[in-house]
């Protein structure tokens, strides 16, 4: 093995601490006009080299709790709540100055659209060069060398002379590609993707998202994904975290939420999705629309769309029920069935 | 690169060619007639045919054109009407004197307008970013002559501070910033010059620099934990194809339309040039004027031009 794919923490003694631990998290943006609350209050934990799929609808929030863990947001008018550990690091604490070091060292992340994610007027081995001395101090050779490692790791062709190529010069799948390698190439011990393969060709969608899966597990980073698509979850997600209006709606082991959703939500999410229906059947599509995050309702946000839902639905919003897989949803018609598992029942009445 | 600019200078050929021929007619449109300036009202229509002849202004306009063309090529702009002086002489020495003031105000502009710009995109709705937009409003705003006419009274009438017109005795040549008894003339010229560029530039660089700092990669930068100020650097960098096009067009202005700048403070140099030859009627003069300064305005877009491609790699393709 070489340096890149060992490192040492792996030999360490078990953790008693899961390796990322987000509590109660709630991100609002206030502008003068409005305050969008686009994170309302998000719990989870994610073990070292463990793959956390994040799923949800455009404005879930899944993107905002991307950029809150490197706390990219615009300072002045963002405001987070809650705690943020990775490591040994608060990241809801740290001063500014520390967090830009924890940025691309210990957390590093790839970004969904690679046709603007690099800097037109740099070459890609600059960027990538950039990176590595900014974090390791190294001389610029070094950087260099070390970029081309890099671009061989991430399978680009010919490294070479792609490193004095211009992001312009080069398919969108390459540079993707040239995104991960520098999200990489200081060894992250986390890895933020926010949905890296949208906006990729289908065909290449999956080999970036074997490449991904592959240096995850080599190098045992913790990833944490974020995609809309279910099919490319099912591939990657060892747990899985569905959201819904800023919040964890539910959560579990991949194949307890893909495979037997709770969630009235989820359960609707899965039916409108193609797999084997018959050409003629019509997809199942959730009615109406997501909720303003600029005013949402009190109790369920998921409420207003859920045929399920009753007058009480709307009041407070439902705690977490989890069962002992960790399998979790919050929805007032969701128990522990007779296995022990958690369970929907549409009978279940809703607290009054 | 090089093939890029190798076009880029083969295609200013026939832009320059198309300068003489507007230069060349543009004198001809305007009214008035130079000979009669010359002459004494007493003198004869055979004395004004005569001069008419020895100055070629009887020959069809094509064959003025083109023996006017000629002698442009081998540097020679003619004699000057008014003084009977060789135009590329006077012509030339203006420009320098020009040069001299135009120069130091536009890279002053440029420089004063990055650094605000700068600022007042990063503390954009701030209150630094209201007093520099204030800023740069009044040097769009107010006329250049006026703001001359203003310093004059301040620092040279009421204060007494510096001389209120003229060059100094070193002219262009031996012109030195550094030596008080010279620059002390270039003050405010380069005052009444500067303001009105750092305007614009200073308008041009805080929309762009946003512009930037609302793109993509510049979160990527910021996510890969590059500090504030190396993101700074990538921004900048992104900013200068656009900068520099305006700091060319600025200076190319500075150059040519300083016109009244140079009438106020009777500053030697082709903006005041402009103004006598226009006076007198002095055509050799005039159309020697304005074809140096166009072709000075065409080479400096051609000199952005290749600035621009070789600071933006995705300019070279097309």
């Not at chain 2, 006077?90 to 605000?116: D, K, R």
């Not at chain 2, 031996?174 to 008894?181: D, G, L, P, T, V």
């Amino acid at each position: 093995m070489n340096d890149m794919t060992a490192p040492d923490f792996t030999l360490a003694t078990p953790q008693t601490e899961p390796f990322v631990r987000v509590e109660d998290l709630r991100v609002k943006f206030v502008s003068r006009d409005a305050t969008v609350r686009a994170v309302n209050g998000i719990s989870f934990d994610l073990e070292r080299g463990k793959v956390l799929c994040v799923i949800g609808e455009s404005g879930s929030g899944k993107s905002v709790m991307m950029r809150s863990l490197l706390r990219l947001h615009p300072k002045n008018r963002t405001v987070i709540e809650g705690t943020m550990r990775v490591g040994d690091h608060d990241i809801a604490g740290v001063s500014d100055r520390a967090m830009i070091d924890l940025r691309g060292s210990l957390i590093s992340m790839v970004f969904q659209e690679p046709m603007t994610a690099l800097d037109p007027l740099y070459t890609v081995g600059d960027q990538i060069a950039e990176t590595v001395r900014r974090h390791e101090g190294v001389s610029k050779e070094a950087a260099w060398a070390r970029a081309l490692e890099l671009l061989d790791l991430v399978r680009v062709p010919s490294p070479e002379r792609r490193l004095k190529a211009y992001p312009h010069e080069l398919s969108g799948g390459l540079r993707q590609r040239v995104v991960i390698a520098m999200a990489l190439s200081c060894r992250p011990s986390l890895l933020l993707a926010d949905e890296p393969t949208t906006a990729l060709d289908a065909s290449v969608q999956i080999q970036i998202l074997v490449l991904l899966r592959k240096i995850q597990r080599e190098m045992g980073m913790s990833m944490i994904f974020v995609t809309h698509d279910l099919g490319v979850a099912a591939q990657i997600a060892d747990q899985v975290a569905v959201m819904y209006a800023g919040r964890i709606i539910e959560y579990g082991e991949a194949r307890d939420v893909l495979l037997s959703p709770q969630h009235p939500y989820t359960q609707a999410m899965l039916a409108s999705t193609a797999k084997d229906q018959d050409r003629d059947v019509p997809l199942e599509a959730i009615a109406g629309n997501p909720p303003d995050l600029r005013a949402l309702p009190d109790g369920c946000s998921f409420a207003p769309r859920c045929k399920y839902a009753g007058p009480d639905c709307t009041l407070t919003m439902p705690p977490p029920i989890t069962d002992a897989w960790g399998h979790m949803a919050r929805c007032f018609k969701v128990g522990i069935g007779p296995a022990g598992k958690l369970r929907f029942d549409a009978k279940i009445a809703e607290p009054v | 690169m090089w093939l890029y600019a190798a076009r880029r200078i083969v295609l200013t050929i026939p832009i320059l060619l198309g300068v003489t021929i507007i230069c060349f007619a543009l004198v001809q449109i305007a009214p008035g007639d130079p000979i009669q300036n010359l002459l004494s009202p007493t003198a004869s229509a055979a004395d004004a045919a005569r001069l008419r002849a020895a100055y070629g202004l009887d020959q069809p306009l094509p064959v003025q054109y083109f023996i006017w063309l000629g002698k442009v090529m081998v540097g020679d702009l003619g004699m000057s009407i008014a003084n009977n002086t060789p135009v590329t002489g006077e012509v030339l020495h203006a420009f320098m004197n020009t040069i001299v003031i135009a120069l130091i105000s536009v890279v002053l502009a440029f420089v004063i307008s990055m650094i605000f710009g700068i600022i007042a995109a990063y503390r954009s709705g701030k209150l630094v970013d209201k007093a520099i937009t204030a800023i740069a409003v009044f040097g769009i705003s107010v006329p250049p002559f006026w703001l001359g006419v203003i310093v004059v009274i301040i620092f040279a009438v009421n204060l007494s501070w510096l001389p209120a017109t003229g060059m100094g005795a070193s002219g262009s040549e031996n012109f030195s910033y550094f030596r008080w008894a010279d620059f002390k003339f270039a003050i405010m010229p380069i005052i009444a010059l500067a303001l009105p560029p750092l305007g614009i530039m200073t308008r041009t660089t805080r929309s762009s620099v946003a512009e930037i700092l609302n793109q993509d990669f510049v979160q990527t930068l910021r996510a890969k934990g590059l500090s504030e100020a190396q993101v700074i650097i990538h921004a900048v960098r992104n900013i200068m194809p656009q900068a520099v096009a305006m700091l060319g067009l600025q200076l190319g202005y500075l150059i040519g339309g300083s016109v009244l700048v140079e009438t106020v403070f009777t500053w030697p140099g082709t903006g005041y040039l402009l103004n006598k030859a226009v006076l007198t009627r002095d055509i050799p003069l005039l159309q020697g004027t304005i074809l140096v300064l166009a072709t000075a305005f065409v080479l400096i877009n051609l000199v952005v031009d290749l600035a621009q491609s070789m600071i933006d790699p995705r300019l070279k393709r097309s």
